[in-house]
């Protein structure tokens, strides 16, 4: 079977990279995916996949970080210029950019389901003739929207696996789900898909990525270290006044947004575990002769394990609310994404470092790095765990031309074969995988 599924990997492996640098030409970011999610969407129908989108596949009420309505808008206008199919943009409208594809055997056997990111980055991309998409012209065409992390080449590895899937379906037994995740970055659109129960059913789940440190031919499949993480908004409302003429009658929301933000980097880190806080944005005022009645500014604060990040949120809250009633300001606080903290289970580590030995282009495999950042693909992870189920977050290597988050980052696309060979063994062989659900016997 390896050879079969390397076979059909290797047919459409330029249909593969086409794919990917398209999506790299046609960036979007979290929640304006509307092109993005549009092709997947068409494509997946067209394999003979079950395919489920819009609200039906991510919850209003738990997305955080979604863009203004007229944002929203704007950019969907804009994906339909960029040729997304409008049938499908339309089931898109208000930001519900996630899709899901489900292929069902009709056979018994477990439901295993892989998760891929589609969103780009808020970040311009370099335009120089050294960065290899501007050289051979797929480089970013939207401003200020860039795939930095590698996100292309997921969404690329998820069509792959459809495809592949799709063509051995009548050898393979139980459910396959395809889930293609919109706003990662920022840790914003994972738990609404949660809440909307797009994983209730599932036995298998693997989360994906491509780089960090790991080399073409390495795979990381087990314990990322991911920090959970809440990210917020705070705005202060004051009221404004003359500085020279009626100093106290205004009040600053300029001094309240510094004095917290100074005593946000001062909290005590936690004993049980590392611990972060940042304040990466503050905005506030207008000139130099008026009491700024407006502060904006942007927080992070991150924790080993849950119980520590939450334990650096509440001093957080703490901080920002004493600030406020120290200058008599009014404050507001918007969760715009959130992650838990997560480890894999041992056995499906296990599992796929045994499928991962069959593929002749990966040379190393590792059961665990610490990585140090957050995801939200830990939603849906602690999600399936919860439910009996087994879970984890896996890394194909890749050699990069500049680190993850820069204007300048490029990806050898020979990984996205390698991630396509990987995942489609491992949903051949789950039927011989059993979890603790007990919802289907492999005997059988």
């Known amino acids: ?35 993005t999610a549009s092709i997947v969407a068409s494509k997946l129908l067209s394999w003979g996949y079950e395919v489920h989108v819009g609200r039906d596949v991510i919850n209003e009420d738990d997305r955080m970080g979604v ?18 199919d409008p049938e499908w943009v339309e089931q898109f409208s ?19 389901a892989f998760r891929v990111d589609m969103d780009a980055l808020d ?21 200020n929207m860039m795939h930095a992390c590698g996100h292309d080449a997921h969404t690329s590895i998820g069509l792959g696996v459809a495809y592949v899937l799709s063509q051995i379906k009548d050898q393979l037994k139980g459910i396959i789900k395809l889930i293609f995740q919109p706003a990662e970055e920022g840790v914003r659109g994972a738990k609404s898909m949660v809440t909307a129960g797009v994983v209730d059913d599932v036995d ?36 404004a006044s003359h500085a020279g003429a009626r100093p106290e009658q205004g009040k600053n929301a300029l001094l309240a947004a510094a004095t917290a933000a100074l005593n946000l980097h001062a909290i005590s880190r936690h004993s049980e ?7 990466g944005f503050l905005q506030a005022g207008n000139g130099r002769n008026i009491i700024p009645n407006q502060a904006i500014f942007k927080v992070e604060v991150r924790g080993e394990t849950t119980s520590i990040n939450d334990f650096m949120y509440q001093k957080a809250l703490q901080i920002i609310q004493s600030a406020a009633d120290m200058y008599e300001v009014e404050v507001n606080i918007d969760i715009v994404g959130a992650a838990k903290s997560v480890e894999s289970s041992e056995e499906l580590i296990s599992f796929i470092s045994q499928q991962a030995k069959h593929i002749n282009e990966i040379h190393t495999i590792q059961d665990s790095y610490k990585l140090g950042g957050s995801e939200d ?15 984890a977050y896996i890394v194909f290597g890749t050699t990069l031309s500049a680190g993850h988050h820069n204007e300048q980052f490029d990806i050898d696309e020979n990984v ?16 011989s995988y059993n979890t603790n659900r007990m919802i289907y016997n492999p005997q059988c």
Request: glycine share 10%.
């Open 1 to 35: 079977m390896i050879e079969h599924l390397s076979k059909l990997t290797e047919n459409i492996y330029q249909s593969l990279i086409k794919w990917r640098r398209d999506f790299h030409k046609h960036a979007e970011s979290g929640w304006v995916e509307f092109r």
């Open 67 to 84: 863009p203004k309505t007229e944002v929203l808008e704007q950019e969907k206008k804009r994906a339909l210029s960029q040729g997304a």
């Open 94 to 112: 208000g930001g519900f950019t996630g899709v899901v594809g489900i292929l069902d055997t009709g056979l018994p056997g477990p439901t295993i």
């Open 123 to 143: 970040i311009q991309e370099a335009l120089s003739n050294e960065h290899r998409p501007t050289k051979e012209g797929f480089s970013s065409i939207n401003a």
């Open 204 to 239: 298998i789940f693997i989360a994906i990525h491509v780089g960090f440190e790991a080399e073409l031919g390495e795979l990381i499949c087990g314990d990322l270290g991911f920090m959970a993480t809440t990210k917020f908004d705070v705005t202060y409302t004051g009221e």
């Open 273 to 279: 575990g590392y611990s972060r806080v940042n304040v």
């Open 377 to 391: 693909a830990t939603y849906m992870i602690s999600h399936v765990k919860e439910r009996g189920g087994h879970a």
């Open 416 to 431: 996205i074969p390698i991630a396509v060979k990987t995942l489609t063994l491992c949903a051949y062989n789950a039927v």
